[in-house]
């Protein structure tokens, strides 16, 4: 019996071995394969909400950012957090909806930056208010609603590169 003992000791061992290395494994290939310093990243929506989580953890990873918001009050008080943490950060006033405003933000990330190697579209509406007075017309958002069912998102995008 003692036998049967030292053999499931060697065994439990092995696997806690095998377990902690494929931890071990896994952790050293997410950094390796997601290694964000010094890439730029350009986030929709990212002056606050989960825009601004996100950009937290970009910045903290090492990433240049660039990030765009309608509200300039909004982006102004993201871009001082997000440097007090040590980012680089762009901050830009844009419309997603306007085909003009991202074509002309997009420029002025890559004047600053140069190429884009992530993006992240992260803009959207939210809708405030009790749940039992909600109707499905305050779900209705027309101008957002006109750019995505318009096929402009569908058109290329000023990120990828004409031939």
């Known amino acids: 019996m003692n036998l049967n003992y030292q053999n499931l000791l060697i065994f439990t061992a ?86 003009t405003q991202v074509e002309q933000m997009v420029q002025q990330v890559r004047d600053r930056f140069g190429a884009i190697n992530i993006l992240i579209n992260n803009a959207g509406t939210d809708i405030v208010g009790p749940m039992e007075t909600m109707t499905m017309e305050d779900y209705d958002d027309k101008p957002l609603e006109e750019f995505v069912f318009s096929g402009r998102w569908n058109q290329p995008s000023p990120l990828v590169k004409s031939h």
Do not use: F, H
Not at 40 to 45: A, D, E, K, S
Not at 66 to 79: M, P, Q, S, V
Not at 89 to 94: G, R
């Open 14 to 99: 092995g696997i806690i071995g095998t377990l902690l290395s494929s931890l071990l494994l896994d952790r050293w290939w997410r950094e390796r394969t997601y290694d964000l310093n010094g890439k730029t990243v350009l986030m929709t929506g990212g002056s606050r909400g989960l825009g601004l989580v996100m950009a937290r953890q970009l910045i903290e990873a090492g990433a240049r950012l660039a990030i765009c918001a309608r509200d300039t009050t909004e982006l102004e008080r993201a871009r001082t957090e997000l440097e007090q943490r040590g980012g680089e950060v762009l901050v830009l006033p844009c419309n997603v909806t306007d085909q």
